[in-house]
T-cell receptor, first 111, second 115 residues
Framework: AQSVAQPEDQVNVAEGNPLTVKCTYS??????LFWYVQYPNRGLQFLLK??????LVKGSYGFEAEFNKSQTSFHLKKPSALVSDSALYFC?????????FGDGTTLTVKP | DTAVSQTPKYLVTQMGNDKSIKCEQN?????MYWYKQDSKKFLKIMFS???????INETVPNRFSPKSPDKAHLNLHINSLELGDSAVYFC??????????????FGSGTQLSVL
């Protein structure tokens, strides 16, 4: 069975600083990995995905994620955080047409 | 244009009642899903339909019955509502079933409060 883990419930960063939101995964076959963002009272929005190829994936709003097969990780990153990036972030793995989500990480960016 | 739309946005009801949540997608997708997000924001899949056929049923109580009249609609009917059913329910869609490289498109959610 597939699973993802987001070890941090909360990440706090200052505006302008780099941010990292961590995710590790477990899947029996090839990993198909996704990041989604949820703003308050909204549905989840797709940020980026890793399917194959380059380990560094670029996505929406300046976010990127680094796939590391040996560490089974797929951390979300951004070089310079904005206050507007404050939201709930979900990592997900997809297998056999089913998406399994991590428990989410709340990112707070302070001015 | 809203790609995945759910109604109602808020639903407040008494224990024991029966209620429905409707979902429609205008993306031409074949696959639709229901997810439940609890008070801790954990997100769990409930059902998946592909072209009106039930594909995934994640051991959800049979008080929950999804209905897909066509591939653009997936409604969720809940009988005999319980306090523990209080949550935000999200509808989602994707192009096709079994394609692992596809992202999900989510509706804005229905906040169900059972009193």
């Amino acid at each position: 069975a597939q699973s993802v883990a987001q070890p941090e419930d909360q990440v706090n960063v200052a505006e302008g600083n780099p941010l990292t939101v961590k995710c590790t995964y477990s899947v029996s076959g090839n990993p198909y990995l996704f990041w989604y963002v949820q703003y308050p009272n909204r549905g989840l929005q797709f940020l980026l995905k890793y399917i194959t190829g380059d380990n560094l994936v670029k996505g929406s709003y300046g976010f990127e994620a680094e796939f590391n097969k040996s560490q089974t990780s797929f951390h979300l990153k951004k070089p310079s955080a904005l206050v507007s990036d404050s939201a709930l972030y979900f990592c997900a793995v997809r297998d056999a047409g089913k998406s399994t989500f991590g428990d989410g990480t709340t990112l707070t960016v302070k001015p | 244009d809203t790609a995945v739309s759910q109604t109602p946005k808020y639903l407040v009801t008494q224990m024991g009642n029966d209620k429905s949540i409707k979902c429609e997608q205008n993306l031409g997708h074949d696959t639709m899903y229901w997810y439940k997000q609890d008070s801790k924001k954990f997100l769990k899949i409930m059902f998946s339909y592909n072209n009106k056929e039930l594909i995934i049923n994640e051991t959800v109580p049979n008080r929950f019955s999804p209905k897909s009249p066509d591939k653009a609609h997936l409604n969720l009917h809940i009988n005999s509502l319980e306090l523990g059913d209080s949550a935000v329910y999200f509808c989602a869609s994707s192009q096709g079933f079994g394609r692992n490289n596809e992202k999900l498109f989510f509706g804005s959610g229905t906040q169900l409060s059972v009193l």
